[in-house]
């Protein structure tokens, strides 16, 4: 089973930012925060991992509290293009069959003109 | 990011037919390989784990003889679905990690296999 809680959909205005909040309250010392979003019908689409500190890159940012048990993406200006089911996935930072990613159900965001 | 190539991107065969699709890592060694299957408005969900040079993992009710995996290489991985049924339809998607370079895995396009 998925060890995280999203909600199930979100809207955001086209240019403002989108704030998808994710829980992982059993996430375990060695396990990273991974997020990753599939636009329809297409493979999802790493965006941004951490373990404890907050992370940016080109895409997003991504907010860890200090006890690890919950976090949230942020893409800082929404566009149409980013409407799509973002996954918030725990996983082991090792490799191996140890290290694949179960998803969840993910957070639909859709991002409306 | 690296690139993860799925192919076909979709198919349509008859019912007790096989079905190969193809996973290559574009621009990297792939030690691991993951097969999902995803239903229309569901979530992914894995179905086995293969390590290249080793037999594949399976995930609990997933029928090894029916979904036969092979990672004979480092860029490589196939699934083949053997004599298909319409409940086989689905959408099948890759992933490969590489253990040396990186942590996250990346995706193929997937592929959307209609059994008729």
């Known amino acids: 089973d998925a060890k995280t809680t999203q909600p199930p959909s979100m809207d955001c205005a086209e240019g403002r930012a989108a704030n998808l909040p994710c829980n992982h309250s059993?996430?375990?010392?060695?396990?990273?925060v991974y997020w990753y979003r599939q636009i329809h019908s297409q493979g999802p689409q790493y965006i941004i991992h951490?373990?404890?500190n907050n992370e940016t890159n080109e895409m997003a940012s991504l907010i860890i509290t200090e006890d690890r048990k919950s976090s949230t993406l942020i893409l800082p200006h929404a566009t149409l293009r980013d409407t799509a089911v973002y996954y918030c996935?725990?996983?082991?930072?090792?490799?191996?069959?140890?290290?694949?990613?179960?998803f969840g159900k993910g957070t639909k965001l859709s991002v409306k003109p | 990011g690296a690139v993860v190539s799925q192919h076909p991107s979709w198919v349509i065969c008859k019912s007790g037919t096989s079905v190969k699709i193809e996973c290559r890592s574009l621009?990297?060694?792939?030690?691991?390989m993951f097969w999902y299957r995803q239903f229309p408005k569901q979530s992914l969900m894995l179905m086995a784990t293969?390590?290249?040079?080793?037999?594949?993992?399976?995930e609990q009710g997933v029928e090894k003889d029916k979904f036969l995996i092979n990672h004979a290489s480092l860029t490589l991985s196939t699934l083949t679905v053997t004599s298909a049924h319409p409940e086989d339809s689905s959408f099948y998607i890759c992933?490969?990690?590489?253990?040396?370079?990186?942590?996250?895995?990346?995706f193929g396009q997937g592929t959307r296999l209609t059994v008729v």
């Open positions: 059993t996430i375990s010392g060695n396990e990273y």
């Open positions: 996935i725990v996983r082991g930072g090792y490799g191996g069959s140890q290290g694949n990613l179960i």
């Open positions: 293969s390590n290249e040079g080793s037999k594949a993992t399976y």
């Open positions: 992933s490969a990690r590489d253990w040396q370079g990186t942590t996250e895995a990346f």
């Open positions: 951490g373990l404890k």
């Open positions: 621009d990297f060694q792939a030690t691991t």
